[in-house]
């Protein structure tokens, strides 16, 4: 399941319609509690937290550490339209795994894929 964390509802309903016509279980949530809420509850259901960077009740260079500080396994991918690739880049040091640039493309889900695949890759591998 992914977790699409951004406070835009247009955009939410847009990820969720992309994710969902890609067979992919998808949640929304519209800022930093909910988000936080969501993991604390379910976070062990989630592969992966897609994180919009510029939220209107924080952003997403707090948001990441709080989810990583409740679930350091669980992938977070940092996004944002507003940012440069280099600073979506620099949300690494924030605990984000992988970044994307907005709007979505098919690039969100080869990416996605790419990294279930790396993880897949390092818990057979025990890492």
Do not use: Y
């Not at 992919?24 to 993991?39: F, M, P, S, Y």
């Not at 396994?73 to 880049?89: D, H, K, Q, Y």
């Amino acid at each position: 399941m992914i977790l699409v964390v951004d406070n835009d509802p247009a955009f939410l309903g847009r990820a969720n319609a992309f994710f969902t016509s890609s067979n992919e279980q998808v949640l929304c949530a519209r800022g930093t509690d909910r988000a936080l809420e969501l993991v604390k509850d379910i976070g062990s259901e989630f592969e992966v937290v897609l994180v919009d960077l510029d939220l209107d009740d924080g952003n997403g260079f707090d948001l990441i550490p709080k989810i990583r500080k409740l679930d350091a396994n669980l992938p977070v991918i940092a996004m944002s339209g507003v940012f440069s690739r280099a600073t979506l880049e620099s949300s690494k040091m924030f605990g984000a795994q992988e970044v994307l640039h907005k709007p979505i493309s098919d690039e969100w889900s080869v990416m996605i894929n790419r990294l279930r695949r790396r993880l897949n890759t390092s818990s057979k591998l025990g890492v």
